[in-house]
């Protein structure tokens, strides 16, 4: 059997996913919910475009884009939920493998419609 480019591309990133022991990308199996988003984004989005993650959860998604080369900021409404009630746990290491290319803010008043950008920042939200 072999593997095309895009599902090799994929499995690079899921056993990234995994090593950074993400609950959703514990195996291939459970990332794999992600790869048609993954590969619709970069057929759709130019390449080095500046990106916002807004709910960016436990950061799969910005390590997916800044391992792509999109400039990628990152935003929470909370700094951890139920549902990731560790907030984005691979921000420290985001940020100091991509430390020109990478933010990431949670919100100061929890409002998750008025967010702290001017207009027109980024070119993919």
């Known amino acids: 059997m072999s593997w095309s480019e895009a599902e090799l591309r994929w499995v690079e990133?899921?056993?990234v996913l995994r090593d950074f022991n993400l609950l959703r990308h514990e195996n291939l199996g459970t990332s794999s919910q992600?790869?048609?988003?993954?590969?619709?984004?970069?057929?759709?989005?130019?390449?080095?475009?500046k990106v916002l993650?807004?709910?960016?959860g436990d950061g799969h998604f910005t390590c997916f884009c800044l391992r792509n080369g999109f400039q990628t900021e990152s935003f929470n409404v909370n700094s951890s939920d139920d549902y990731n009630a560790e907030g984005c746990q691979i921000v420290e290491d985001l940020k100091s493998q991509f430390p020109d290319s990478f933010q990431y803010r949670v919100s100061e008043d929890r409002d998750p419609v008025?967010?702290?950008?001017?207009?027109?920042?980024?070119d993919v939200s």
């Open 13 to 15: 990133m899921s056993e």
């Open 34 to 49: 992600y790869w048609m988003v993954y590969e619709k984004f970069l057929q759709f989005v130019p390449a080095g475009s």
């Open 53 to 56: 993650d807004w709910g960016c």
């Open 114 to 122: 008025s967010l702290p950008y001017e207009d027109a920042r980024f």
